[in-house]
């Protein structure tokens, strides 16, 4: 593949139709994971869980969570992330739809990762083959070598969904990439300032595996999500270029990287 131009993309949430404008009919698209509108923190009656619990209970698990009162939301949680328990078949249809509409604009070469708020095994049949869904692996694009991992690592602050894997799991993903050009997480490296959230004032789950790859192997960038509204959304950690795709749902940016001259450029709808 020698494509003009390589395009990332993180946290779409849903807003499909605001992307494909933005993609070229040669570019070669990646996604960092988070494609399901999940909760919806602007309007709660346009997120999946809205369809899982009452407003009442989505508002007081937002409390909860908030606060760090965890037991509750995980308990939550799980009913929506194992299958045959109520909640989870309620919603069900909608995660189906949702990817089923991703897979229907798809139309060059794609590459995704799965977030947190993913459904690996029910994203990956409803693509259908029409992109490839990667857990952990390196794609070569001409000279250059792109290194990509789904999910995000298990920790005091994850609440049991879909996406979520083992730490020790998400460790030996990265590491068995090797040296790559550019690593494509869907979890930032564990820094304060790009794991703060300005909005939610919190420091979000982040990956300290992640960055003792890049202190390791030190690829030119490190591209990654799931903060919507970081302190940071940019830093250089030795020689790596660290950088926030962006919450595109909200934003519309995505971030376009010619291959031949190694710029990356932001571009929005």
């Known amino acids: ?56 209970e989505l508002i007081e698990g937002l409390k909860e969570y908030a606060q760090g009162k965890l037991d509750r939301v995980r308990e939550g949680i799980r009913e929506i992330a194992t299958p045959g328990q109520a909640r989870y078949e309620r919603v069900r249809p909608l995660i189906e739809e949702t990817y089923e509409r991703l897979s229907r604009g ?12 993913d459904y690996p095994d029910i994203l990956k ?3 259908d083959g029409k992109a490839e869904l990667i857990e952990s692996g390196v794609v070569t694009i001409g000279s250059l070598s792109i290194g990509l991992v789904s999910g995000m690592p298990e920790g005091e602050h994850t609440m049991g969904l879909a996406g979520e894997i083992p730490a020790d799991i998400f460790r030996e993903r990265i590491f068995s990439l090797g040296p790559v050009d550019i690593i494509v997480t869907h ?3 564990k820094i304060p300032d790009l794991t703060y959230d300005v909005l939610a004032k919190r420091q979000e789950p982040a990956s300290d595996a992640l960055l003792d790859y890049i ?6 960038y490190a591209l990654f999500g799931h903060v919507h509204n970081p302190k940071e959304r940019e830093m250089k950690i030795g020689n790596t270029t660290a950088i926030n795709l962006g919450f595109f749902k909200k934003t519309g940016t995505v971030l376009k990287l010619s291959p031949k001259t190694m710029v990356m450029q932001q571009e929005r709808i």
Not at 48 to 56: C, V
Not at 109 to 117: A, E, H, M, P, R
Not at 215 to 220: G, I, L, M, S
């Open 125 to 127: 049949a409803k693509l």
């Open 215 to 220: 202190n390791h192997h030190r690829p030119a």
């Open 187 to 189: 979890i930032p490296p």
């Open 1 to 56: 593949m020698n494509p003009e131009t390589l395009v990332f993309a993180g946290d779409i949430h849903g807003e499909f139709d605001a992307l494909w404008p933005l993609i070229g009919r040669d570019d070669v698209l990646f996604i960092a994971g988070d494609l399901l509108n999940f909760m919806d923190f602007a309007d709660i009656t346009k997120g999946i869980l809205y369809h899982a619990f009452t407003p009442e």
């Open 106 to 117: 798809l139309s060059g070469k794609t590459f995704i990762i799965y977030g947190n708020d």
